[in-house]
C-alpha cells in the first residue's frame, strides 16, 4: 500500500503543504480575532479547537501523502458506501445545530458527515468516469447522475445541507464536462436544462425553508429589510470595506467582537480578515489561494492515469468551488448557502477534509511515476 523511494520523496509538494498550513494558521489568528471578548469574559475556545483540528489534519495529509493514490481508486466503493450510510445515519442520530441536522457524536467529539462524503464522493465520481470510454454517452451520463448523485443530493437537501448538495451536482457536471461528453448529449443536456429551468425553480423555492428563503430575498433586495433578513449580507459589506487598503491591524477589527457580524468566524471569516488587513491583505490571501489552485490543476496535468487526473481535477474544483462561492457571499455578489472558506472557516471537520484533500494531490503528485495495475 505503502511504496515511496527516493524519486518519489524528491517530488513531494512541499509547496502545497506549505500554502495549505499559511492558510490554516491565518484562519486561526482570524478566528481568535473574530471571537475576542471585549470584556474581561474568558475567551471563547474556537481558537484552540481548531489548532487540534489542524494538528489531526496534518497527520492525515502526511500519512494520505505517503499511501499510493491507486489504493485509494481500489477503495472507492467502500468509501463512498460508507459516506452514504453516514449521511442516513444522520437523520436517526444526528445532532441539530443552526436550524440542520448535520451532526453526529462521538463521545465529546461532533463531526459533519456531509464535509468527509465530500471526499468519497470525489474519489468514486473520478473512479467510475476512469473505466468509461471517453467521450460519455447518455446512458453512462445518467447512470453516473443516478446511481452516484442523486441519493446523496437528496440526504444533503432534506438535512439541510443546500450548499453541499449544490456542490456535488457542479461537482458531477465539472467531472463529466472533463471527461468528455459526446456533442449531441452536451446539446440535449442543455436544452433539457433550458426547458426545466422554470419547473425546477419551481420546485427548489417550495422545498426551501423559511431561513434558506430569507437568504436567498436579502441577495436579491438587501435593503428591502436591512435590520432583518439583509442584516447580515449589509454587515458583511460593511466589514470587507472598512479595511479599505491597509486594514485597520490585527485584533483591531471592531465588528467582530462588537458582534456586529453574525457568523464571523464561520461563513464570513473573510469579511474579519478583510477588515484588518484590507485591499493588500486580500490580495495577499487570495494569491495564496491561487498558487495551491494552480498546483492541483499542474498536478492533474502531470497525472499518469486517467483517475489519478479526474480525482486531482475533482478536488481542485471543489477547492475553487468552494473559494468562489465563499468570497462571493460575503461581498454580496452571491446569496448566502453557508459554505466556508477552506483552511480558514472554524470547523474540524472542514479543515481535515480540506487537509486530507491536499494529502490526496501529493500523494498523485509523488506516485505519478508508479503505476501498478
Not at 481542485?316 to 480558514?344: A, E, K, Q, R
Request: glycine share 8%; proline share 4%; charged share 15%.
Amino acid at each position: 500500500m505503502i511504496s515511496v523511494d527516493r524519486r518519489a520523496l524528491r517530488n513531494f509538494d512541499w509547496l502545497s503543504l506549505a500554502v495549505a498550513l499559511a492558510i490554516s494558521v491565518i484562519g486561526i489568528m482570524t478566528i481568535y480575532s473574530a471571537t475576542r471578548p471585549l470584556s474581561a469574559e474568558p475567551h471563547p475556545t474556537f481558537y484552540l479547537r481548531q489548532i487540534i483540528w489542524l494538528s489531526l489534519g496534518v497527520f492525515a495529509l502526511l500519512a494520505t501523502a505517503w499511501i499510493d493514490y491507486l489504493w485509494i481508486d481500489r477503495s472507492a466503493r467502500v468509501l463512498y458506501a460508507i459516506g452514504v450510510a453516514l449521511l442516513i445515519l444522520v437523520f436517526f442520530l444526528g445532532r441539530t445545530g443552526m436550524g440542520a441536522q448535520r451532526w453526529l457524536s462521538i463521545g465529546p467529539i461532533s463531526f459533519q458527515p456531509s464535509e468527509l462524503f465530500k471526499i468519497a464522493y470525489i474519489i468514486m465520481l473520478a473512479h467510475y468516469l476512469s473505466t468509461l470510454r471517453s467521450p460519455l454517452d447518455a446512458r453512462s451520463l445518467l447512470k453516473a447522475f443516478f446511481l452516484l448523485t442523486f441519493l446523496p443530493f437528496l440526504l444533503l437537501v432534506k438535512q439541510p445541507d443546500l450548499g453541499t448538495g449544490l456542490i456535488i451536482v457542479m461537482m458531477f457536471l465539472a467531472l463529466t464536462a472533463a471527461r468528455g461528453m459526446e456533442k449531441r448529449v452536451a446539446v440535449l443536456l442543455l436544452v433539457l436544462s433550458l426547458i426545466s429551468l422554470p419547473f425546477l425553480g419551481n420546485v427548489f423555492w417550495e422545498g426551501l425553508k423559511d431561513y434558506q428563503k430569507s437568504r436567498l430575498v436579502a441577495f436579491i433586495e438587501p435593503e428591502t429589510d436591512p435590520t432583518g433578513i439583509g442584516y447580515q449580507l449589509n454587515q458583511s459589506k460593511i466589514t470587507v470595506g472598512s479595511g479599505k487598503v491597509l486594514g485597520k491591524g490585527y485584533l483591531h477589527g471592531t465588528q467582530g467582537p462588537f458582534r456586529f457580524l453574525p457568523e464571523k468566524h464561520t461563513d464570513f471569516v473573510f469579511a474579519v480578515f478583510a477588515e484588518e488587513w484590507g485591499f493588500l491583505g486580500s490580495v495577499f490571501l487570495l494569491t495564496l489561494y491561487m498558487v495551491l489552485i494552480l498546483r492541483g490543476l499542474d498536478t492533474a496535468l502531470k497525472a499518469k492515469d486517467d483517475f489519478g487526473r479526474l480525482l486531482a481535477l475533482g478536488i481542485t474544483f471543489m477547492f475553487m468551488m468552494y473559494l468562489s462561492i465563499n468570497i462571493g457571499m460575503t461581498m454580496g455578489l452571491m446569496p448566502v448557502v453557508g459554505i466556508p472558506l477552506p483552511f480558514m472557516s472554524y470547523g474540524g471537520t472542514a479543515l481535515l477534509t480540506n487537509l486530507l484533500c491536499v494529502g490526496i494531490l501529493i500523494s498523485i503528485r509523488m506516485h505519478r511515476f508508479e503505476l501498478f495495475h
